[in-house]
């Protein structure tokens, strides 16, 4: 599809960056491999693990799925980043709209105990996207 030359590196679990009798899946998964004639590898960095980031993960990826429901008084663009699951992410739709809750722990994490995978994976791409990169210089008015 010739999307390889314009990927960036994203984000993976953490545990994957861990060395376990000596093989570090990270390193075998970043390995380059022949594609179409050409050396290609896939780069991963690994999730942010600071506390409190699982909290405001589930928060911005509520915060995105409520952003893309229409508001009646507007029609422009939408202002905000929005999440959009596409009809053939199967595994997503079946299993992330009906993740519970850890009422017992913390209500504003999931119940890590159910099958979560794919959410963390949304959630790491989420709180990875959400990073503001770049620089720059602010000019104008102090207050």
């Known amino acids: 599809m010739g999307i390889h030359d314009r990927c960036g590196a994203g984000p993976a679990d953490a545990s ?3 060395t376990e009798n000596g093989v570090c899946y990270a390193k075998e998964l970043m390995r380059p491999q022949q594609v179409n004639g050409k050396k290609r590898h896939l780069t991963f960095v690994s999730s942010n693990s600071a506390p409190g980031t699982r909290k405001l993960g ?3 990826m509520r915060e995105r799925f409520l952003a893309i429901v ?3 008084d ?3 663009p939408r202002e905000f980043p929005g999440m959009f699951i596409l009809s053939r992410c199967a595994q997503f ?3 992330v709209p009906v993740l519970p809750r850890d009422m017992d722990k913390d209500p504003d994490d999931v ?3 159910t099958e979560d995978h794919i959410g ?3 959630r790491y791409m989420v709180v990875f996207s959400a990073v503001k990169r770049g620089s720059g210089r602010l000019s104008g ?3």
């Open 74 to 76: 507007h029609h422009g």
């Open 93 to 95: 739709r079946r299993t």
């Open 120 to 122: 963390d994976e949304s």
């Open 141 to 143: 008015v102090a207050c």
């Open 58 to 60: 589930w928060g911005l």
């Open 111 to 113: 119940d890590t105990t």
């Open 70 to 72: 229409p508001d009646p």
């Open 16 to 18: 994957i960056f861990k």
